[in-house]
């Protein structure tokens, strides 16, 4: 079987100097930034039925066409001839789901189109009825659901019965089959890190906690399961064989739940050799002292806790099931060993009010993370958020006829402070930096951490940014020497405190070393082009500013390339052959991923969306 996974635009995008569609095409109110980092990368659920895919013997290919304008869209269905496609439907991408559906059934009629992923889960009669195209819903955990439904279209079969999904019956009215029992054991599921070269992994599915706003017990069940160690370990093992930057980003919904099998994790990587950085999301409440020093040890370079509000009000009011004082406690740990800690905040919440909202900000200024990101409240299908709107004010018929983004929306606020709400959302959006320990914070780390490699980098760079660049040098070379996993950006700041120096020579040797023992480095690729700039303007001697970035902060070691993210497609994509796999764009063809993080929509007033 040819399979195609597809994960699709959010819209018709316009293509460059074209006006926008005005049915199919962005929202009236959608400017540039809207949509976040996080939309573009490719649901990892795609690469895990990708990979199963390919066991079971199926011809697979998976393109990530988040950021395609529509004309480029329709070149590739026209190409491209799959007899089953599978697309991630989430409340975003919704409308471009329908579409694409729509563009593969008028070109291949007998292939057969099935969507999964968060938004169709929850409402799959609701999908079948709007999305004409669409032949098959699967419905939460669909690895063995999508195998199955595989085998039946290569018999020429429905999915009829299908435990796991829904389709339509003789009559064309949406059913749903029988209930799909969650896979207990996720080790036998393939691993996606053999087939694709991702930095994204995930070790477990599910959350015990059931916040209002999240839908993650309508995706995966209730509870928590996760992947052995030792499955793991050969995950990361095998994403580090195919990533030119030693940089995963771990994004299970909570992944210190198990903090025995984290500790057992992290002291296995050491044991194993694995250096490389990494990220994780998690809870307050889950973090410890010994915890959080084996995670840094074991390269974890970022914590992204979702907070959500400074006010027990407010936290109580979501079922959050944390209080402000386990927020500071667990920042303050974290701080201890120098690992970065982002807050993820959101406004808007049931029970918001302006003492709420200042109580929020105050807290914001005493707990000081080194990053912080607010969100506006979006009411997701699958959430408690959505079953109490949908008995009070909303319909859910406004998620396939309306244009909207999302429905980000307060869920109980009036008016006049939503108003207030989307101002200060405007003024305030993005990643927002905080607190920037000094020297003083990072040789307090050092001291407790003292043969670890990205201490010592840090140590460096903030005596860089101190002006003594005799022992920012020490430190940094110390760094490499003990095995500093991105030593490209060890030589760039070997480059940039030459330059500090007057040493324009000792700079571009230290350049081009990087360049040539770890190229792929944006903050590189940024200074090198800059310095070429400057000599070719004939810099020193017209005594031109020369502006070079000394960072090594982990959000710079993202690069667009297929699926991950949306880079170019090979020109051979359509050709099913022995492998699936499109082959890697040039360097100079990639980009960096945006810096823009949390959409930038703001709220709505719901009175609008009022239907009942």
């Given amino acids: 079987m040819r399979v195609a996974l597809v994960y699709p635009p959010p819209w018709k995008i316009p293509a460059p100097s074209s006006a926008p569609d005005p049915v199919d095409g962005p929202p009236d109110e959608y400017v540039h930034g809207d949509l ?92 079948l009825r709007h999305f004409r195209g669409v032949d098959t819903v699967c419905i939460g955990e669909s690895d063995v659901t999508f195998l199955e439904l595989c085998d039946r279209v290569a018999e020429g079969k429905g999915a009829e019965h299908l435990a796991g999904a829904a389709w339509r019956d003789a009559a064309g009215e949406p059913v749903v089959g029988p209930e799909r029992r969650a896979i207990a054991d996720l080790d036998a599921l393939e691993c996606p890190q053999k087939h694709y070269g991702t930095h994204i992994l995930m070790t477990s599915r599910g959350c015990p906690w059931a916040c209002t706003f999240c839908g993650a017990e309508t995706s995966w069940g209730r509870g928590f399961r996760s992947n052995s160690v030792a499955y793991t370990l050969a995950a990361m093992e095998a994403a580090l064989a195919r990533l030119p930057v030693k940089m995963i980003q771990i994004k299970d919904d909570t992944f210190t739940t198990n903090k025995k099998r984290v500790i057992e994790l992290c002291r296995a990587i050491r044991e194993k050799g694995l250096r490389f950085f990494w990220s994780c999301d998690t809870r307050v409440d889950l973090l410890t002292d010994e915890l959080l020093r084996e995670m840094r040890l074991a390269g974890c370079e970022r914590l992204s806790l979702g907070v959500e509000s400074g006010s027990p009000a407010i936290l109580k009011a979501i079922d959050k099931k944390i209080t402000p004082a386990e927020i500071l406690e667990s920042t303050a740990l974290a701080k201890r060993y120098g690992v970065k800690v982002r807050y993820y905040m959101m406004l808007g919440n049931r029970g918001e009010t302006r003492e709420t909202f200042a109580e929020t900000q105050r807290f914001l200024a005493a707990a000081r993370p080194h990053e ?241």
Avoid at 73 to 90: F, N, T
Avoid at 93 to 104: K, S, T, W, Y
């Fill in 36 to 127: 976040d980092a996080d939309f573009y990368q490719i649901p990892y659920g795609l690469l895990a039925i990708g990979a199963a895919a390919k066991r079971a013997g199926h011809q697979v290919k998976i393109l990530n066409l988040s950021a395609m304008p529509w004309p480029e869209v329709e070149r590739v269905l026209d190409a491209l001839d799959a007899d089953i496609w599978g697309m991630s439907c989430w409340t975003a991408n919704r409308r471009g789901v329908a579409l694409v559906a729509e563009a593969i059934k008028k070109r291949r009629p007998r292939a057969h189109v099935a969507v999964g992923g968060p938004h169709a889960t929850p409402m799959p009669k609701d999908v």
């Fill in 372 to 612: 912080y990101l607010f969100s506006c409240l979006s009411i997701y299908p699958g959430t408690r958020d959505f079953d109490d709107a949908e008995k009070e004010w909303l319909d859910r018929k406004v998620y396939f006829t309306q244009r909207f983004q999302e429905l980000k929306t307060p869920f109980d606020a009036p008016a006049d402070f939503t108003a207030e709400l989307d101002a200060w959302f405007a003024r305030n959006k993005g990643l927002q930096r905080m607190h920037a320990p000094d020297v003083a914070e990072y040789e307090a780390i050092l001291a407790r951490i003292p043969e670890h490699h990205a201490a010592h980098m840090d140590l460096g760079a903030a005596l860089y940014h101190a002006g003594d660049l005799a022992r920012a040098e020490e430190h940094v070379r110390r760094a490499l020497d003990l095995g500093y996993p991105c030593p490209g950006l060890v030589h760039n700041h070997l480059g940039c405190i030459a330059k500090a120096r007057g040493d324009l020579d000792g700079m571009m040797d230290a350049f081009s070393l990087a360049a040539k023992v770890d190229p792929q480095h944006f903050v590189l690729i940024q200074n090198v082009n800059a310095a070429r700039a400057w000599f070719k303007a004939d810099g020193p001697a017209k005594k031109l500013p020369l502006e070079l970035q000394v960072r090594h902060d982990f959000q710079l070691l993202e690069r667009t390339q297929q699926p991950t993210l949306p880079g170019p497609l090979p020109e051979d994509f359509a050709v099913w052959g022995e492998g699936d796999a499109l082959a890697p764009a040039a360097a100079d063809a990639l980009i960096k991923t945006p810096e823009q993080e949390g959409s930038g929509h703001g709220l709505k007033d719901r009175r609008k969306l009022r239907v009942l």
